[in-house]
């Protein structure tokens, strides 16, 4: 594996495009607006995942900022993540700090662990104050990934798994 973590861009790249083609639109609480969508709606959207990395301070009263990354294996794209600058009460309870897909076709190889790895690399450079993961608890490759990158099991509710990763 020749990994590298990749900041969102705001330009259009069509192995992007059909990484999330392939990435369901839903699944296991993590959302991916681009499925289904046309190529001509990507730009649009890439700068909007753009300026929420750039947003100061909460939005709307809810939304915070969070910075959008693309996992490559080479010069191949495997997944897809985002960083929330920071937590709300509601997002604490439903949504954590990270959030992260791998493509269907690279499952089962290492990538989920590895891409967390650099994404909590990057909360510490964005000082990110808490990492807080919020998994279902029937996901148990994901609670997986979280306990294999020093993550505590702070608590359980009948649906979800709250996972700490101490910084």
Request: aromatic share 10%; net charge negative.
């Given at each position: 594996?020749?990994?590298?973590?990749?900041?969102?861009?705001?330009?259009?790249?069509?192995?992007?495009?059909?990484?999330?083609?392939?990435i369901p639109?839903?699944?296991?609480?993590?959302?991916?607006?681009m499925h289904g969508k046309p190529f001509g709606e990507f730009r649009?959207?890439?700068?909007s995942c753009k300026a929420d990395a750039e947003q100061k301070g909460l939005l709307d009263g809810w939304k915070v900022p969070?910075?959008?990354?693309?996992?490559?294996?080479?010069?191949r794209p495997v997944g897809y993540g985002k960083i929330r600058h920071f937590?709300?009460?509601?997002?604490r309870?439903?949504?954590?700090?990270?959030?992260?897909?791998?493509?269907?076709?690279?499952?089962?190889?290492?990538?989920?662990t590895a891409f967390l790895h650099l994404?909590?690399?990057?909360c510490a450079e964005l000082n990110v104050p808490e990492v807080l993961l919020t998994i279902r608890k029937?996901?148990?490759?994901?609670?997986?990934?979280?306990?294999?990158?020093?993550?505590?099991?702070?608590?359980?509710s009948d649906e979800t798994c709250y996972i700490r990763i101490p910084r």
């Open positions: 594996m020749e990994l590298r973590l990749i900041k969102l861009s705001d330009q259009p790249d069509a192995g992007i495009y059909n990484m999330l083609q392939e639109p839903f699944e296991n609480g993590f959302v991916n607006p649009g959207w890439l700068q969070e910075s959008t990354y693309w996992l490559y294996d080479g010069d937590l709300t009460e509601k997002l309870k439903d949504g954590g700090s990270i959030g992260y897909a791998v493509r269907p076709s690279e499952r089962r190889k290492g990538y989920g994404l909590l690399v990057q029937d996901n148990l490759p994901s609670q997986k990934v979280a306990l294999a990158n020093s993550g505590i099991i702070e608590r359980l």
